[in-house]
């Protein structure tokens, strides 16, 4: 276990979970500094967080080494698949995720689904295909709706669901002919649409024992309603009325334990946060729709508003093998944070727009935990380089708690009223499905 109390630590990432994660991380009474890779405007200007303008694996270990940095966390998807814990692990580094062969749970959703259909875990019913017109064939005699997904990393944007036979040939002639999402799309899975409500249910792992995050739901669609394109998230809440006690305990008995299981027998020992994307059925069974080795973003957000743990503990404990010795503790309070996006996200976001109102906000936010607002996609600029501007498709996360889901609902929108930027999108209605569960 680390000793010390002058303790720093590495995040690589730039976005809202990375932002979310090192100020967690920083109010730990062990933690001198948070050094954040690349970082983003929110982090750099954040008390005990530091930006460093690095990404490559090499840059990454060098700076570990000189900094003495005890622990590396990693947020994003692209440096796990790139190997960057079997670096660091090599070069004799702490660093907190799954290695490259087992973040394939993610970076392959063709691995996934095999992975799963051998270990009898939950899923929707699949074919993949190479050939599009094998997929084609196959489409025509399938029921619809039907979910076409490339089998790579494609940033959100890999997942089509075709309501009708004509949206899904289009989606096969995107991928597989016109090859809009490059080497990601390759090879691209065909599954049957399942009907329900969509569940993140996050963990911990180490070698020996899991120990589940609150549960939250992300919004994925572009406007209200679940209307318009997939995007990488809207808006998020914690925790889920829809997660009983007893699906709680099937989740972890049916899905959980034998994923982490799975990748023992496969030779592929898994420690990180996994991140099972479940859909809930009318019938309350869950069945998952993808697995992420990694925090969800933006559901990152709320829940580590909600945290009232120490997480560079529960880390620290992740990384020395020890989850099973510590308890982990929530404010009973709900979390909901609200997306922020560029004019034209998700497609062709705009940059350079500048962010009014937000420098007030945060200096209100360093004298309370019940509101954050996590950067995400956010760059210094205009003049003498100090006006915030947008620089990514989301923009900002506007997070707060609240005694339940329609207040912490009314908390997010009204610091939102705060903040204006050229053009900005927001969906109105993150929370709709757990203020509905409660209206029964």
Known sequence: MTTSNNIQLLVIGGGGREHALAWKLSLSPRVHKVFVAPGNAGTAHETGLENVPLTSIPDLIEFAKKEHIALTIVGPETPLAAGVVDAFQAAGLKIFGPTQQAAQLETSKLFAKEFMRRHQIPTADYASFTDP???????????????????????????????????????????????????????????????????????????????????????????????????????????????????????????????????????????????????????DQAKVLEFNCRLGDPETQPIMLRLKSDLFELIDHAVNGTLHSIDIEWDRRTALGVVMTAHGYPDNPRRNDIIRGLSALMSQQKDTQDFH??????????????????????????????????????????????????????????GHQAINYFKK
Request: aromatic share 6%; net charge negative; proline share 4%.
């Open 133 to 283: 017109v094998l997929a084609h064939q196959y489409i025509d005699h399938s029921p619809i709706p039907l979910v076409i997904k490339a089998d790579g990393l494609a940033a959100g944007k890999g997942v089509i669901v075709a309501q009708t036979r004509e949206q899904a040939h289009a989606a096969v002639n995107a991928i597989l002919v016109e090859r809009h999402l490059g080497t990601a799309g390759n090879e691209i899975i065909i599954e049957e649409f399942l009907q329900g409500i969509e569940v993140s249910f996050i963990v911990m792992v180490d070698e020996h024992s899991v120990l589940p995050l609150a549960t939250s739901q992300d919004h994925k669609r572009l406007n209200d309603g679940e209307l318009g394109p997939n995007t990488g998230g809207m808006g998020a809440y914690s925790p889920v009325p829809f997660v009983s006690p007893e699906l709680h305990a099937k989740i972890l008995r049916d899905i959980i334990n034998p994923v982490i299981a799975g990748m023992k027998q496969d030779g592929r020992i898994y420690t990180g946060f996994l991140y099972a994307g479940l859909m809930i059925t009318p019938d």
């Open 373 to 430: 607002i996590f950067h995400s996609g956010t760059s210094m600029g205009g003049l003498d380089d100090k006006e915030f501007m947008t620089a990514g498709g989301r923009v900002l996360c506007a997070t707060a708690l609240g005694e339940n889901i329609r207040i912490a609902q009314q908390n997010a929108y009204k610091l939102l009223e705060n903040i204006h930027f050229k053009d900005y999108h927001i969906r109105l209605d993150i």
